[in-house]
């Protein structure tokens, strides 16, 4: 049953995400634990709604805005989805390459440029489906912060207080983190991503269809799609809420409120893995960028793609959707080369995840929209109770911009 939602779940977990999360643990404590748990919901909520697009319409949300909408509509958000896109590209590979150096000797520069043109070739060379199935087994040393919770004391009476009772502040450093939180959980890319794969399903088994053509299909597929996400996005989650506590219980209680270097993130492995720490801490960087990256990379080709109808498919070979591929390594040396104007790659991490919080509020206005129109949707359009959900998302992602924003 799981497939694209587990898949979303663990690359939402990205570089960008560990920096993320451990940045916020640091800064803020047990401050922001409660946002994984009110996140949840929403961010289930509107890649259900993403994955539903393309397994009802057979489409992916670029395609249906170029159907359905005005083309600036559909420029505009492809647009800013690719800007977004290849910021968090440059983040992720830069961290890495940064990673790299606590175990490696050599220049930063070296392992990112390693990094960014691996990348490249695996997803160029390789069907994603293929390779993906042996790098999201390094995604298990994610599970080393859940390991460290449990070896470390943590007053759980102030964990659970902090989660029941947050203290919400109104200054500008705050809502940065909020937004950056909110924008790595509930991410503009992996709405398109989704919904993509849902349609690359579609195509690659045999006797499938989209739910429009084929409606006596929607009660199993729909549901499979409601499992698929739900549980995937709770691995997320989990990943997350943990990497948050574990930061807070190892640096923030020791002062270290400030991560300015792979090296200071890492040392919130030691009490689980000791002198191990950096290795453990460079082979989650390096999993999850891994998988990470052809969802970065894929999900913008994907929208240019069906923005400009090319043929476009990771499961095709290179020759035969020639204008995704150049799409997709375009997008992903645009990445590595912002690491060459020497970006700070932990700072980076973090602001693509503010970046992608912006981003993310116009496009799920844009989805909401959509799935209720049954000229896109059919009879399929969405039922009551995922429609509030994806609406309190859509809104809670707009004000937490506009607190930005405002302060």
């Not at 990112?112 to 060379?125: K, R």
């Not at 204008?323 to 693509?352: C, E, M, N, Q």
């Not at 209720?372 to 059919?378: A, H, I, L, P, T």
């Amino acid at each position: 049953m799981l497939g694209p939602g587990l898949i979303t779940g663990a690359s939402d977990d990205d570089p960008s995400g560990i920096g993320t999360y451990s940045q916020v643990g640091a800064q803020f404590g047990y401050g922001m634990l409660w946002t994984m748990l009110f996140s949840y919901p929403l961010m289930a909520a509107i890649q259900e709604i993403s994955a539903r697009i393309g397994r009802v319409t057979g489409f992916g949300i670029a395609a249906n805005l170029r159907k359905y909408y005005p083309r600036w509509v559909l420029y505009a958000i492809v647009g800013s989805v690719l800007v977004a896109n290849v910021i968090n590209l440059g983040a992720d590979i830069g961290a890495m390459g940064a990673a790299a150096t606590l175990v490696l000797p050599g220049p930063v520069l070296l392992y990112t440029t390693g990094f960014g043109l691996l990348s490249v070739s695996l997803q160029v060379l390789v069907p994603y489906s293929k390779y993906v199935h042996y790098l999201k087994w390094l995604t298990l040393t994610l599970f080393a912060y859940i390991g460290t919770a449990f070896v470390v004391r943590i007053p759980w009476h102030v964990v659970t207080m902090a989660i029941v009772r947050p203290s919400i502040s109104l200054n500008r450093d705050y809502f940065a983190a909020l937004v950056a939180v909110l924008g790595t959980t509930i991410s503009p890319y992996l709405f398109l991503w989704q919904a993509s794969q849902e349609v690359e399903d579609v195509t690659a088994n045999v006797g499938e269809a989209p739910l429009k053509n084929a409606p006596r299909q929607a009660q199993e597929q729909l549901h499979r799609i409601k499992w698929d996400t739900y549980i995937g996005m709770a691995f997320s989650n989990a990943v997350a809420f943990f990497i948050i506590l574990t930061a807070a219980v190892t640096l923030h209680a020791t002062g270290a409120t400030n991560i300015a270097t792979a090296a200071q993130a890492a040392k919130a492995l030691q009490p689980v893995a000791g002198r191990l720490a950096s290795s453990l801490f460079l082979a989650g960087i390096v999993g999850t960028g891994l998988l990470a990256v052809p969802v970065l990379a894929g999900s913008a080709a994907y929208g240019v793609g069906e923005a400009f109808r090319w043929r476009s498919s990771l499961e095709r070979k290179p020759h035969q959707a020639k204008r995704f591929y150049a799409t997709l390594t375009a997008v992903t040396i645009a990445g590595l080369s912002l690491t060459f104007i020497h970006l700070d790659p932990i700072k980076a991490l973090f602001w693509a995840a503010v970046v992608n919080g912006l981003v993310a509020s116009p496009l799920m206005v844009v989805i909401m929209l959509m799935t209720s129109n049954r000229k896109v949707m059919g009879k399929f359009t969405l039922p009551i109770g995922l429609k509030i959900f994806g609406w309190i998302a859509t809104a809670t992602m707009f004000l937490a911009s506009i607190g930005l924003l405002a302060t």
